[in-house]
Structure formats: C-alpha cells, structure tokens
C-alpha cells in the first residue's frame, strides 16, 4: 500500500483569537445565532457536559464539551475547561481552556486552539443575542451588573462594539475593587451614569437589563420584587437566582435537558414544582418566533453553554487564521501506522 501522508495539526494561540474576536464581533454573534438556528433546526449533537471533580477540592472542576456541528462546513470537537477559582488570588486566570476540531472526512483532529478566550467569547455572544431578541433592539436605559469579571468584560465588549445605546450603569461586585475598575473601563469608553452599588439589589435598580456574572454555586437572590421593573436578566452563571425569582419571570434557555440539572437555578425550580412548565421556550424559539416575551414580564435568559457554539466560534476563528496564513503547523503530529 503505498504511503499517503496525514494531515498536519494547527496550533491557534490566544493572541490569534483575540485578534479574530476583537476584529469582528458582528460576525462573531452571527456564527452564534447561526449556530443556535442550527441547533434547533436538529442538525447538530449536542451530548452531555462530563463534569470531573475532585474530592477534595469542591470549588475546582473540569469539564469536557464534546459536540458536533451540522451545517455546510461540518464539525466535531471537544472543549475541555478547568476552573479553578483560587488561581486568581495568585494572578492567574480562573479558567484555562483548549478546543480541539475534527475533520468529518476523516476523523483527525485538524486544530488544537486556547479556548479560554472562544468559551468566553462564546458566553458573551449568546448572551447579547439574547438580550437583542428579548429586548427588541440593541437599546437599555440602564444596564446592571452582579459580577464584573472576566465573562462579564467581555459581554461589556459585545455591548460596546455593537453598537448598543445604553442610558446608564449599576455595577455591583462581592470585591468592590473589580468593580471600580470595571466601572472605569465603561467610562473610558465613555458610558455615562456608571454607578458602584453597595448591594446586588442596586444593580436592578432602573436596569431594563440585568448581566448575572458570577461563581456562585447556591443561589443569593431571593426577593421577588427584585424583578419588579421587569427587566431582562441574563442569567450567564446560572446558579444565582433562588426558585421564586425564577418562577415569576419568563423564562428562556439555550436546551432545557442541559439547563435544568447540576442544581441550576432552573433544575431547584424544578425540584421544587416537579415539573418544566416555567420554561417559556429555547433562545431557538425566540428567535424563530415561535414564543414572544411579555415586556409587562421579567426575562430570565439562562444559557447552560453548548459546545456547538465553541465550534461555532473555533471554526470561524480557526478559518481567518487559516486565511491569513496563521497558526503554527505541526506536519508530524500522527503515526503512519494503520490499525
């Protein structure tokens, strides 16, 4: 049999995708929508999130995001995430990430990316999309914030390179220090009416939209009448919201069977009704059409975070990078071996 070669494996730095997130948002938030429409239209698989844990230490995990990707560009892949949350105390990030992607011809892996950035990148995309089709624009009087991290920095950039017309900022973080420094970025970029609040009720105070940012792992918000301005809440860390908040709002998620489990907020609302009722529908059917949000209601975005929208971003960062001649290339990587 005579030799065929093999195919070479891309490395894709941090710094790489950076440059292609930072260049391009819009088309970021497209390859998101388009991989959300996909999802719903069935063409995508989408299994369980492995979550590894350790006894010993119950704030760290790692988890792996297997997943495939219908479509005219086909892939497959898997994400595998580590949080870590003491590393921040020693100046190194939370979460540390890689992606691989496989070519369907084939089976190989054809990329190796950080994916840090494109698991952030991805969480703030869906999250402004959401907050775009609920709201109904690209529009908030005032915009709250409960965590201002890392995620929440880079849904700030969403809002900012969108184009967004925001009136005002309530900013509210455990650590009053990160969100000084948060709500120096806005100004920078000259947001007006930035505000630190003492407590995470003044950051629904007057906000049509709500960014929910944080690590908790129980929830810590529990009165009802935090909803009251009927605001869009983007419920990105998911666990925060006790049941009764989420049982008065209108309620959307990315995929019901992944969004309400591992104690989510959705998954104690659950437990506590015994059953799934309160979901109003996917961010698939908001964005066909199929179910329409009540303004007179809160709305509760929680998106547990689908691998396809990983390999949505991957694959389109990994292509500009291919375009532009980048990626560092390793010929060798596989064995000739057949078995």
Known sequence: MPDIPLPSLRIVTAEEVSKQVDADREGVLTA???AYLAHDAGTTSNPHSSFLRFPDRPRDRIIALPAYLGG???????????????????????????????????GYPYAIMESSIISATRTAASAVLGAEALV????????????????????????????????????FDLDPAAARRFGAALESDGAPDVVVADAAAGAFDGCDVVVITTVAGEPHLHDPALL????????????????ELVLASFNVTDDVDHAVRERTSLHLAE???????????TIGDVLRGRVTRDPGRAAVFSPFGLGVLDLAVGSW???????????????????????
Do not use: C, Y
């Not at 437990?271 to 529908?281: C, I, K, P």
């Open 32 to 34: 998101v929508r388009d």
């Open 72 to 106: 005219p560009r086909e892939v497959a892949g898997i994400k595998w995430i580590a949080s870590f949350p003491a590393n921040t105390a020693v100046g190194k990030p939370r979460a540390s990430a890689a992606l691989i992607l496989n070519d369907l011809s084939d």
């Open 136 to 171: 109904g624009g690209r529009r908030a009087g005032r915009i709250g914030w409960i965590g201002t991290g890392l995620i929440a920095e880079h849904v700030r950039r969403f809002f900012r390179d969108l184009g967004w017309e925001v009136g005002g900022h309530r900013l």
């Open 228 to 243: 009251a301005g009927a605001p869009v809440v983007l419920h990105l860390s998911l666990r925060d919201l006790a049941p």
């Open 271 to 281: 437990q506590l009704t015994g059953g799934r009722d309160f979901v109003a529908g």
């Open 317 to 339: 960062v990994h292509d500009r990078v291919v375009d532009q001649g980048g990626g560092q290339m390793v010929p060798d990587f596989f064995t000739g071996a057949v078995g």
